[in-house]
């Protein structure tokens, strides 16, 4: 209720909000049908297929020229989508996509560094390939009409899903930021996400789908490619496919011959992780 509370308070008034229900276990009818305002459709699907799915429907029904995200646990400040498509359409017209920046909020915390903050804007691909995020879907405006020639979210991606569609769409258009903090991200205990995602085989999967497609941006960096192969590496070693880890290890020792933690790595892929 607190998200689309914040998507209905929007000083920017001309919008319609689409809340997709992607096989909640918790049934949202009753919460919406509370809320009097015909810019509210519902839609519910009884399959949870991920929230790339989710996203992807959601545009599908949408009727707008411009498409806005809004995870469920997020909040927009009131004047987010005014800031933005006023910063927006005053860009030259290959500015398909813009982004703000966001504050993290712990319920049990408080306010909590912001551990992915990027500020970049013009060309970002470079910069893309070395993990930097483009703020969170929940920051981003873009064309519809731009979202439909990337062909959406990969579907089959489930971890760093964003990520691979923001590497696609930077390839597209120019990316514009508006250095404002105009989102609410709201975490809950999530300081353990990082060792949560040690344990998860679907990580390293999507890492090899990640890489498999954008190779030749990850080879035009060094230092991006060896981070991206790291990262492989080590993911796998955590789910025990030790002869994966050994394997993009090693390309990492390929890659930077002179350093030794890159040898000391690739020994310690012979061993399972603790």
Not at 37 to 47: A, G
Not at 206 to 229: T, V
Request: net charge negative.
């Amino acid at each position: 209720m607190r998200a689309m509370g914040s998507v209905l308070s929007q000083s920017y008034g001309d919008l319609e909000l689409l809340v997709v229900d992607e096989g909640s276990s918790v049934d949202l009818r009753p919460w919406v049908g509370r809320i009097d305002d015909p810019r509210v459709k519902y839609h519910h699907r009884d399959e949870n297929r991920g929230v790339s799915a989710a996203r992807n429907h959601g545009v599908e029904l949408a009727k707008g020229e411009f498409i806005a995200f809004l995870d469920s646990d997020d909040e927009w400040l009131p004047e987010k989508l005014e800031r933005q498509m006023t910063e927006l359409l005053s860009r030259p017209a290959d500015f398909g996509f813009i982004y703000c920046l966001k504050m993290i909020w712990d319920d049990e915390k408080g306010e909590q560094e912001d551990y992915n903050r990027f500020e970049g804007e013009g060309d970002v691909t470079r910069h893309l390939a070395r993990y930097s995020l483009l703020g969170t879907p929940s920051t981003w405006i873009m064309r519809r009409q731009l979202f439909e020639q990337l062909g959406g979210f990969d579907e089959s991606i489930t971890y760093g899903e964003d990520w691979e569609f923001t590497i696609r769409l930077s390839q597209r258009t120019r990316v514009a930021c508006l250095k404002e903090r105009l989102v609410v991200l709201h975490e809950h205990g999530q300081g353990q996400l990082s060792r949560d995602l040690d344990h998860k085989t679907y990580v390293a999967p999507s890492l090899i789908a990640i890489y498999g497609r954008h190779k030749g941006i990850f080879e035009a960096d060094e230092k991006a490619h060896a981070a991206m192969l790291k990262n492989i590496s080590y993911y796998l070693r955590r789910i025990g496919d030790l002869k994966g880890a050994r394997r993009y290890a090693w390309m990492v020792v390929r890659l930077e011959p002179l350093r030794l933690s890159s040898y000391k790595y690739y020994a310690r892929c012979f061993l399972p992780a603790k």
